[in-house]
């Protein structure tokens, strides 16, 4: 059980450079995936004149996200893993692939790359206001509530399959690039239902600086049990105790 494999840490792991480094290197593809990602449905909204979501603006939130999230896995993977995620970063540590104190200060940094990237945004474009993730109408918010578990659950199991198993082989080369369709291809599925989130940091940026929280709490519950029940399905089921090795301190 991966539960017999969490670690809180030590007192010095926090200030440990490699962790300090690992820390920025989150910081920087986060702001890379937010500011692509985000920056992609503020120009459409310039271009519509703030105009409805229509099909095609749909799929180039995919494609923008897609894309962002793959550059932004591939040039963090090698010195923090490429989490560019609090759920992943989660889902790593339910499944005894990070400690405590290393993931608490991921998440630090992949909050704090996502309101930079924001405030960036707004900056740049003269004010413009980044949305805040919000549930379309006819949805509730455990509607949403699904949506995010089932589609992080997707990604996590995604990253768990091509980056985390040891079995993983050549497939971990690709690793970034299936991190990238997953999250594009959810989007698809769920993004005109409540945003297709996945990713507390993601929404987290958003909102702090329109200040808006409205149903905000489905944008972290959802992805956190997601990452819990896809870390706790592909470890005891695919990997299993005798398959682990000694982790490095870039986790995957």
């Known amino acids: 059980m991966p539960i017999n494999r969490i670690a809180v840490g030590t007192p010095g792991e926090a200030s440990h450079p490699d962790a300090i480094r690992a820390a920025f290197a989150e910081f920087f593809s986060m702001l890379i995936f937010v500011f692509a990602g985000e ?4 120009a ?3 271009l519509t004149n703030n105009g409805s979501t229509t099909p095609s603006g749909l799929v180039a939130a995919s494609l923008a996200h897609a894309f962002a999230l793959f550059v932004a896995v591939s040039v963090g993977a090698n010195i923090s893993g490429g989490h560019v995620n609090p759920a992943v970063t989660f889902g790593a540590f339910i499944g005894g692939n990070i ?18 990237a924001c405030l960036l945004l707004k900056f740049a474009t003269g004010g413009w206001e980044t949305a805040a993730f919000s549930l379309s109408s006819g949805v509730s918010v455990w509607n949403a509530l699904v949506f995010e578990i089932v589609m992080t659950f997707g990604l996590v199991y995604t990253v768990y399959a091509t980056a985390v ?6 497939v971990g080369i690709v690793a970034p690039i299936a991190i990238g369709l997953i999250v594009g291809a959810n989007i698809l599925a769920g993004g005109a239902f409540d945003g297709a989130s996945m990713n507390p940091a993601v929404s987290f940026g958003p909102a702090v600086v ?4 409205t149903h905000h709490w489905v944008y972290w519950a959802g992805p956190l049990i997601g990452a819990a029940i896809a870390a706790l399905v592909y470890d005891n089921i695919f990997i299993g105790d005798g398959a682990h090795e000694p982790l490095p301190n870039n986790d995957f």
């Open 39 to 42: 920056g992609s449905g503020m």
């Open 44 to 46: 459409f909204n310039k």
């Open 99 to 116: 400690t405590l104190l290393r993931g608490i200060l991921y998440w630090i940094a992949q909050l704090l790359g996502s309101v930079v």
């Open 165 to 170: 198993d040891p079995k993983k082989g050549n």
């Open 210 to 213: 329109s200040w808006s929280w």
